[in-house]
């Protein structure tokens, strides 16, 4: 597993061009099943994760080609409709295709997904959906098999809010001759990106972005153009950096969709201001803490940004408490942030309490997940002395050149080979 070596303790400054976000681009890439047909697909990130999207397309069939940020999807030979096992466990997402194979081709069988260990990640909503559209579902030695049987217009309430099963029934259901309609649907910015992508093949979506999303279905899809939005999470960490590091920064491309964060960054004491589609974040002194964040569905503060959120707490003068109301273990950065002089009581894995210090110290640690690996690594920025981050791949499935960005603004960051091909020069 590969490593950062970060020497803390500057200040960042300068501008970070945003990327396309992950969690637009993956059912996005997943939909381009639908049309039978070529999606040219712009501002795509170049991370692990959509490398691992790329690659389950292939294996059912379709041409890809890489242009920079630029897909290029030719569906048209999509044949299989069972999507590879060794791919599935490398990403959660992966069962997103399920969706759009069932749509396309009247079928599909897959495996249960892998992806971050944030505790149990059940996929009980994306099968009951299934079930209720008029899907034939059963498992065969751990394979789920989905068949298309009769179709119906059907109203499907879902009992929390689920961003995958909200995809993965928008994706299901978008062909054919069925309405559909989501109730309690999930309304994060990237369900109304996936909306507009399909709507621009021809699809007739309304309502994401809202709790209640109805889908027409639609005989046939076109040839589309698009381009991914923003990713509001890889905003958040960057402005986490810039308070934590007491710097300043202006993002570019901005999502505009980080309200609830923009918010408890100001409660800090974090400057923020806007001009058109960039962010300028800047903090001068020592922060002040005692502060309640309680993590949530859209627009609620995101459960994504919640470990860089509490390694910014541990900066934050007073205590601060942390819920996280979404994943029942998304707290294996804390062990690792205490490692480095957090001081932070956890009263169980959903709830933390955060005691301000003065700076935290370098030390060596782990990345157990994707958001909590970039945690660490703006905590590693804020200390004195250099730091060690260990498993660096869960990072990589997220953020795109990391490094080069972390660079730009002035960090001292160097993966374990840069510093192995120094030593050789
Ligand atoms: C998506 C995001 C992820 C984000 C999460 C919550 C992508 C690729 N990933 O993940 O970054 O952290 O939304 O905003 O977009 N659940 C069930 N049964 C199900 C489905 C979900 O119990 O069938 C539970 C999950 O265990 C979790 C909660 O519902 O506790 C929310 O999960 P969900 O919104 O589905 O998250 P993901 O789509 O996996």
Do not use: W
């Not at 989905?146 to 309430?157: A, T, V």
């Not at 994401?208 to 889908?215: D, K, L, Q, R, V």
């Amino acid at each position: 597993m590969a490593k950062y070596h970060v020497i803390g303790g500057k200040k960042v400054q300068g501008d970070v061009l945003i990327s396309g976000a992950k969690n637009a681009a993956l059912p996005i890439l997943a939909a381009a099943v639908l049309n039978g047909g070529v999606s040219v697909i712009k501002n795509c990130p170049d991370i692990s994760d959509v490398r691992v999207s790329v690659d389950i397309l292939r294996k059912l069939g379709a041409y890809v080609d890489c242009d920079g940020n630029t897909l290029i999807i030719e569906s048209k030979d999509i044949g299989k409709t069972a999507i590879d096992r060794k791919l599935m466990e490398k990403m959660r997402s992966s069962v997103i295709f399920a969706g759009s194979l069932i749509a396309r081709c009247g079928e599909a069988a897959f495996f249960a997904p892998g992806g971050c260990a944030l505790g149990k990640r059940p996929i009980d909503m994306h099968i009951g959906s299934f079930k209720k559209m008029g899907i034939d579902v059963r498992e065969e030695n751990g394979e789920i098999i989905c068949g298309k049987n009769k179709e119906h217009d059907c109203i499907i309430e879902l009992p929390v809010p689920s961003v995958g099963a909200t995809e993965n029934i928008m994706l299901a259901s978008c062909m054919g001759k069925s309405m559909t309609r989501i109730k309690n649907a999930a309304a994060e910015p990237e369900i109304e990106d996936l909306q507009n992508f399909i709507n621009s093949m021809g699809g007739k979506i309304v309502g994401a972005g809202s709790s209640e999303i109805t889908i027409y279905g639609c005989e046939k899809l076109h040839d589309c153009e698009y381009s991914v939005m923003s990713d509001r999470i890889e905003e958040g960490t960057f402005m986490c950096m810039a308070a934590m590091t007491c710097g300043e920064l202006n993002l570019k491309n901005i999502s505009g969709k980080n309200k609830a964060l923009e918010e408890v960054l100001c409660g800090v004491g974090c400057d923020i201001s806007h001009s058109g589609n960039e962010l300028r974040i800047k903090t001068e002194k020592m922060l002040k803490g005692g502060l309640d964040v309680k993590t949530g569905y859209y627009p609620q503060f995101p459960t994504d940004m919640q470990p860089q959120i509490t390694a910014l707490l541990t900066l934050c003068r007073g205590e601060s408490r942390i819920t996280e109301n979404i994943f029942e273990s998304r707290d294996r950065h804390i062990d690792e942030l205490i490692k480095m002089g957090a001081d932070i009581k956890k009263r169980d894995s959903r709830n933390f309490t955060v005691k301000g210090t003065d700076r935290l110290n370098a030390a060596q640690v782990c990345a157990r997940d994707l958001r909590g690996g970039a945690a660490l690594v703006a905590a590693a920025m804020s200390a004195e002395g250099e730091s060690i981050i260990n498993d660096i791949e869960y990072i990589q499935r997220g953020y795109e050149k990391f490094e080069d960005k972390l660079k730009n603004i002035g960090v001292s960051i160097k993966t374990e080979k840069e510093i192995c091909d120094d030593e050789k020069n």
